[in-house]
């Protein structure tokens, strides 16, 4: 009897075995309040790990990985927990995700993720290392141990579930050239709730790039021939986001050669956390903190060179991905910084800033952080403004004084400044004056501002002789200079024979004079200038004998010889008057 009861048991544990694909234990709760006694923490982060026996639904009794999450002091599960108790043996390990290989073409078989397995001369192990703060990295080595080179097959299935929704929101990850590098599972729609992610693409960091993955019911693709990828598509809910069915995933590597005594590492991330991967963290927070500044600030406002610059600070992402900075300068290209951001270490980079020299009004340097995969979160960047765009004012035009200019200027309307206060705007000349950027100003270039100092006016005094009796000695004009140093030139032009003197004159005669101010060093000239006439005569007796009758009107030369009108410049003598004929 006792055997008899031995064996029905066993029957309804072989025959629950083989219905446990299809249908689940109920589940009690995958969220616990203390850790499981099974489960051990990963690293310093917030990710536990258990490797047991698979004794939930699925294919058979493969030993598989188990992951939990902490999340305000609660473990959450990432697959399906039975926690409970079934024919006295306890569940709380749960499914875990299980791998299968397949080498050259025989059939793929499980792998004991707990002692390793081996299959036609391949090896298959797993192990588990921290990454991040809310991620671990599942590392598959597979060794060759034949004499030639083999082709090997790998894939991952898992029954997922956060927490205690085993049928939570599920998306794809994708990266802007629609390229899909994970899938993640929310606990549920509501913003800020705990996050399931599986990475598993190009780009990841930690990651084998896979070579497909699916998802839909958990009940489908877990036999070992469909794990490594041999995917049915025709199932219930296959690649369908964000539905409320009982979900599973898979994804697979094709085709890596391995070489004799050669070992190669499959590996991808899971993580339970908070932190939506998509935007891990906005830059200036705890987690990414920098500075950015320009060097060789001595030549800081030459703008035709390159400018080094640095940025410098501390990254960190809770899933361990490496990440790049890029600039852009004056809204050119983007140029990516090759040297990358490794999670939880400081960083110091250089790059070159090359300005837009067209560009005279305001120079940008942007910044922004990428994951590598597309993702990008824009970073706070500097900006100068060009000097060359400022309005100056107060300079102006002026003359020569002998006394130091000074200037009252004021730049864009700010506060007023004197220039020239050291005497250096005195002489007259062409000069400039030059505005210079300043980085801690935040300006940049040279703006150079063109003034004149004109000569200066001179002032002079001429003093005529006067009208004077001929007495054979030179009368000359008087010329003083009141203002300015200038040297000048005087000449006489004899008004009756247009004759030009450049001493004083002798002889009798009407005389003008002209006066020409040479332009000196600071003072400016001034052309042949008439100023005045003046007479040197003789007085003619036999003219004062003769008796004029008035009649006619008649006109005399000084030499009383009758005319009948003046013809040319002289003296004559007319009604008993003398005239000056010009």
């Known amino acids: 009897m006792k055997k008899l009861t031995l064996l029905m048991l066993l029957l309804i544990a072989g025959a629950f075995a083989m219905n446990a694909q299809d249908e689940k234990e109920p589940m009690r709760s995958a969220i616990f309040d203390n850790l499981p006694s099974e489960f051990t923490q990963l690293g310093n982060t917030s990710i536990y790990y258990s490797i047991t026996q698979r004794t939930a639904a699925g294919p058979g009794n493969i030993v598989g990985v188990s992951i939990l999450g902490e999340i305000n002091d609660q473990y959450y599960s990432s697959t399906y927990e039975a926690n409970g108790w079934f024919f006295g043996y306890p ?6 995700f299980l791998a299968a290989f397949q080498v050259e073409g025989y ?26 703060e809310v991620a671990a990295r599942i590392i598959y080595t597979l060794t060759n141990t034949n004499d030639v080179p083999v082709t090997v097959n790998a894939g991952v299935w898992g029954d997922i579930m956060i927490g205690d929704n085993d049928a939570a929101p599920l998306e794809r990850l994708k990266n802007k ?3 899909v590098y994970g899938i993640k599972m929310k606990y549920s729609n509501a913003p800020g709730t705990p996050l399931l992610c599986a990475l598993f693409g190009e780009g990841v960091t930690g990651a084998t790039p896979r070579s497909d993955y699916w998802f839909g019911q958990y009940r489908n693709n877990y036999s070992n021939n469909q794990i490594v990828g041999n995917y049915d598509t025709n199932i219930s809910n296959y690649m369908q986001e964000n539905g409320n069915y009982d979900c599973g995933l898979g994804f697979c590597w094709r085709g890596k050669e391995i070489q004799p005594g050669q070992t190669i590492e499959l590996s991808w991330v899971i993580s339970v956390g908070e932190i939506d991967y998509e935007e891990p963290f906005v830059p200036g927070d705890d987690r990414f903190e920098y500075e950015v500044e320009a ?27 490496v990440g790049y900075i890029e600039y852009q300068v004056d809204g050119g290209e983007w140029f990516r910084i090759e040297e990358p951001l490794i999670s939880g270490e400081n960083f110091d980079l250089d790059f070159i800033m090359r300005f837009d020299l067209e560009n005279i009004t305001l120079h940008v340097l942007d910044l922004r952080f990428t994951d590598g995969l597309g ?19 107060g300079f102006e035009d002026r003359q020569y004084n002998g006394e130091p200019q000074i200037y009252n200027v004021s730049v864009d309307g700010g506060e007023s400044f004197e220039v020239g206060l050291d005497g250096q705007f005195v002489d007259p000349g062409q000069y400039f004056y030059q505005i210079f950027g300043d980085y801690y100003d935040n300006t940049i270039g040279i703006k150079t501002v063109e003034f004149e100092i004109l000569l200066g006016d001179p002032e002079i005094q001429v003093i005529l002789p006067g009208n004077v009796e001929y007495d054979g000695l030179p009368h000359g004009a008087t010329v003083e ?24 004159p002798t002889e009798i005669g009407i005389y003008e004079v002209f006066v020409e101010l040479l332009e000196s060093e600071y003072y400016n000239g001034m052309e042949n200038t008439s100023f005045g006439m003046f007479e040197i005569y003789k007085k003619h007796t036999a003219v004062e004998e003769i008796t004029v009758n008035n009649d006619n009107g008649a006109w005399y030369t000084i030499e009383g010889i009758r005319v009948n009108a003046p013809t040319e410049r002289g003296i004559y003598i007319h009604n008993g008057k003398k005239y000056i004929v010009k």
């Open 91 to 96: 569940q709380r390990a749960g499914a875990g």
């Open 107 to 132: 059939d793929a078989v499980q792998v004991n993720a707990a002692t390793g397995t081996t299959s036609h001369g391949v090896t298959f192990n797993t192990s588990l290392e921290p990454q991040g």
């Open 177 to 179: 050239q629609d390229y």
């Open 295 to 321: 060097e060789n600030i001595d030549a800081w406002n030459d703008l035709g060179t390159g400018h080094p610059a640095h940025v410098w600070g501390y990254y960190e992402h809770p899933y361990g991905q």
């Open 375 to 393: 993702n990008y979160v824009d970073m706070n960047g500097l900006s100068w403004v060009d000097v060359r765009s400022l309005d100056v004012e």
């Open 481 to 504: 200079v009141l203002v300015g140093d200038n040297d000048y030139i005087i000449t006489y032009v004899n008004t009756a024979t247009g004759e030009i003197l450049t001493e004083a």
